[in-house]
């Protein structure tokens, strides 16, 4: 599997789809405080990039020049113009599904959350189709009453 199609796919994870959000885990109720806002949140964005909406993709984004995307220890993306331009990368028409499980939420300051999940996305259907799967992060920032992604993160074990 090529460098950009697994950074892609790993995106999609996020990134990356069709696949739902777990379940939030977390503790007592003023640390839930805006955790089902950001399950919903993610869930839409991985809904976004299965399905290409470039438009939902970018909104998802922080546009201030924040934005950064890491993937196995190193800087991958720095804007949502790579992101986009990694995703046509893969064939039109290509499924992309994205699991997350044990999601949790950890709220920072008034406008800030920090999220952490499994994840497992599958690229393809048939005997051509690949997996992978690890940890995905998150460093998200409310922003014009929604949340945006200002910092995204993914490793995955690596194959020995």
Request: proline share 4%.
């Amino acid at each position: 599997m090529s460098a950009t199609a697994r950074a892609l796919a790993l995106l999609a994870v996020v990134s990356g789809m069709l696949g739902g959000c777990a379940s939030p885990q977390g503790g007592s109720a003023p640390e839930l405080t805006g955790v089902s806002g950001v399950a919903a949140f993610l869930d839409g964005y991985l809904r976004a990039i299965e399905g290409r909406d470039e438009v939902s993709i970018r909104n998802s984004y922080d546009a201030s020049g924040r934005f950064a995307w890491l993937e196995d220890g190193k800087l991958r993306y720095r804007s949502v113009d790579e992101v986009l331009a990694g995703l046509r990368s893969i064939p039109a028409g290509t499924p992309i599904r994205t699991t997350l499980t044990n999601l949790v939420v950890v709220p920072l300051g008034g406008n800030g959350a920090h999220a952490r999940a499994s994840f497992a996305t599958t690229i393809g259907t048939g005997p051509t189709a690949f997996s992978f799967g690890g940890a995905i992060t998150f460093a998200l920032e409310r922003q014009h009453g929604t949340w945006r992604i200002v910092v995204g993160h993914t490793s995955s074990p690596a194959r020995r």
